[in-house]
């Protein structure tokens, strides 16, 4: 067995004009393939690891063999990130539900809340993701992580991401990183977000 490429559930143009298809074509079928093929190639030796979904093998590192650790979370955490991040994004979708009351609640409204996620985004310095997690208080907490380091694996639940690679937004927006993180709030599908969140305190309550 061997991880996949997700399939998309939309069409690259899908998120047009935030992302553009072009973008969104390259990212997906070159930038996370190349993740995926590298993960494969890491473990051909260990093929008892990919019968684990990426997602528990990231929460549990101590699961991979010591002597393939450095790639196995490199490209692991960019094939999880990648996966990640296309099944939050959407147009069109309205701020409502538990997590709009969540986010409310610890950032007083959602302008607050995106001047603070945005910050974090434009403030990352060189690659990264900036997410909003659940964190171990069970609280929401925006964070930077540098490169593709998953919060999976420092006991965090994820929410929303922003790719802030430059290949995530070179085309479309070259050097102007804070356009593309502006315009990335048009395309967060939030009944995807509210879905997980309700998941994660559902677990949290069994
Ligand atoms: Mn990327």
Redesign the pocket.
Known sequence: MTYKLPKLEYEYGALEPFIDAQTMNI?YNK??QTYVDKLNDAIKEYPEISKKPIEEVLENLSLIPDQIKTPVINNGC?HS??KF?WSILKKETEFKGEISKEIIKKYGDLEIFKKEFSNSAITLFGSGWVWLVLNENNDLEIIQLKNQDSPLSIGKKPSITL?V?E??YYLKYQNKRADYVNAFFNVINWNKVNELLLKYKDNINS
Do not use: L, M, P, S
């Open positions: 990212h930038h996370h960019g990130n990648h991040f790719d690679w290949h995530a």
